[in-house]
């Protein structure tokens, strides 16, 4: 799962109140960080020099944002609900990468994405060099998670796309995904995991609206067990329903009405079956996350060949 659009400007203010005298030191505070601004030489950031090309697009403004980690701020409302987050998932690993750089392969090709997909034009994201980019995601990082041997994490990062400012879109934004992978030859173990998991949600005042089906539009895949694939994608709904329980239901539940949640079939290129969730607040729906079961290719590529899980 990625939990998604939940964010906060990195400034905590409005576009207007970026142009006042604390924007005016952190850009300055920028300069010093960032040797070169200038769009006729390379990039310097924390020592790496990255050489300009004809991708080169991401201007101060933006990496002047690079340093904030608002994430680890402990007053921060990103940090509470990073920490609210983890602790629902205890016993899954958390992780926070330590710079947005990535390569354009971490944060495309090793996902799946097409090679003309919109995300990968310079004017949707901001390109250090044809190599090197600031994720869009942070997903771009799930194979090196993978890799590193761990069957359940979290990870919550900052990520950068070249949106337009309004109310609900910013440049600068953050994610949290998480995900469980099991070796096949425990996918036996899931219908007792999803029985208890299903007793615990059956005490909570919820409503879910799923009329997903899995269909040749969001199929399983083709080398997956059918079987193991079901129970799978019931294990991700089954938790992604509690956590969404655990953030929204203290507080929508007060008048004694039930939180609602709607599950919406999607699409991802690092996922089959795909699903978004959506949470019913303040009289409205309001979109949540994009999960599904991780395509095979990206545990393969993580050297994790024997193991199917969700996302």
Request: hydrophobic share 35%; with cysteine; aromatic share 10%.
């Amino acid at each position: 799962m990625r939990i998604a659009h939940a964010v906060w400007p990195l400034t905590g203010c409005s576009g207007r109140q970026l142009s006042r005298l604390p924007a005016l030191r952190f850009h300055l505070q920028a300069a010093q960080r960032f040797q070169s601004t200038s769009p006729r030489q390379p990039y310097t950031i924390d020592g790496r020099t990255f050489q300009l090309d004809s991708h080169s697009n991401t201007p101060p403004s933006i990496l002047s944002k690079l340093d904030r980690k608002l994430l680890h701020v402990p007053s921060h409302p990103l940090s509470i609900l990073r920490t609210i987050i983890e602790s629902h998932f205890s016993q899954y690993t958390p992780s926070t990468p330590s710079s947005p750089i990535v390569t354009v392969s971490k944060n495309f090709d090793e996902l799946g994405f097409a090679p003309d997909h919109p995300g990968r034009a310079l004017s949707d994201s901001y390109y250090l060099n044809k190599e090197y980019m600031l994720r869009t995601h942070t997903s771009a990082h799930e194979v090196e998670e993978y890799s590193s041997g761990k069957d359940a994490w979290v990870l919550s990062a900052d990520v950068y796309r070249r949106d337009e400012i309004d109310k609900s879109h910013y440049p600068v934004f953050h994610q949290m995904e998480g995900t469980h992978v099991w070796p096949t030859s425990d996918l036996h173990t899931l219908p007792e995991l999803n029985k208890a998991l299903a007793a615990r949600l059956a005490e909570c005042p919820l409503v879910i609206e799923d009329p997903t089906q899995i269909s040749e539009s969001n199929p399983y895949q083709a080398h997956h067990d059918p079987v193991h694939a079901a129970q799978i994608t019931q294990h991700l709904k089954h938790s992604l329903n509690s956590l969404i329980f655990r953030l929204f239901g203290p507080i929508a539940t007060k008048d004694g009405e039930p939180l609602r949640i709607r599950w919406i079939e999607a699409f991802f290129p690092f996922t089959t079956p795909s699903y978004e969730v959506e949470v019913w607040w303040n009289g409205q729906w309001l979109e949540l996350l994009g999960c599904g079961v991780v395509m095979q290719h990206t545990l393969n590529q993580a050297g994790r060949s024997i193991r199917n899980g969700w996302f």
